[in-house]
């Protein structure tokens, strides 16, 4: 059973388009992390958000976490070629259980 | 501060042997969990350590099995590979228990079982 699901899958847009990027469940997070991928290398740690309706912003992306906490969004605005990489959500439900990722969306910005 | 290092970075092994990997956490961090990245399956949690026990364990089988030492360092092996086991393997510490720090992963063990 997959509790995160990521939308889209895929992503090619070109330079200074907006996008959004979706992260939903039917579980309860007590948090919810944003990691971006590049390949051949370990996920790198965006952000985390624990508060429902809780809004992030870093630099030109904007992290919102659901009233409920079991959704969340990210919006890059004007996106560059640099953002170009596989953007993964996970979620923590706290007690003993690790985190549960989301199969990501691969994200492609053309020049 | 240096981060999470993880050794051998490429290994290539054949059906039914066995393999050991290493994660060497950031200096201070106590927890060590470990991943496996496919491309049908995403990211899946394996085990995580914490003060050499383990915590909790992903859905997987028996040949998977890891350890902490005294150090934090971990290592994880697997027994008798299968075609399916060949992955990106990550690893990631945090200061503590995972559900309520934040992870940082290290750049992963490409293994491909033939």
């Known amino acids: 059973t997959q509790l995160l699901e990521q939308s889209p899958q895929f992503l090619s847009i070109q330079e200074g388009e907006n996008l959004t990027v979706y992260c939903n469940s039917s579980s309860v997070f007590s948090s919810l992390q944003w990691y971006r991928q590049e390949p051949g290398e370990g996920p790198v740690l965006l952000v985390t958000v624990v508060t429902g309706g809780e809004v992030k912003k870093l630099k030109r992306l904007t992290f919102q976490f659901g009233d409920a906490r079991k959704d969340s969004s990210l919006h890059i605005t004007a996106a560059q070629p640099g953002d170009t990489g596989l953007y993964l959500c996970?979620?923590?439900?706290?007690?003993?259980?690790?985190?549960?990722f989301g199969k990501g969306t691969h994200l492609i910005i053309q020049p | 501060k240096a981060g999470v290092t993880q050794t051998p970075r490429y290994l290539i092994k054949t059906r039914g042997q066995q393999v050991t990997l290493s994660c060497s956490p950031i200096?201070?961090?106590?927890?060590v969990s470990w991943y496996q990245q496919t491309p049908g399956q995403g990211l899946q949690f394996l085990f995580e350590y914490f003060s050499e026990t383990q915590r909790n364990k992903g859905n997987f089988p028996g040949r998977f099995s890891g350890r902490q030492f005294s150090n934090s360092r971990s290592e994880m092996n697997v027994s008798t590979l299968e075609l399916g086991d060949s992955a990106l393997y990550l690893c990631?510490?945090?200061?503590?228990?995972?559900?309520?720090?934040?992870?940082?992963f290290g750049p992963g063990t490409r293994l491909t079982v033939t």
């Open positions: 990631a510490s945090s200061l503590a228990a995972s559900a309520y720090y934040e992870q940082y």
């Open positions: 200096s201070g961090h106590r927890s």
């Open positions: 996970a979620g923590a439900q706290g007690g003993a259980d690790g985190l549960t």
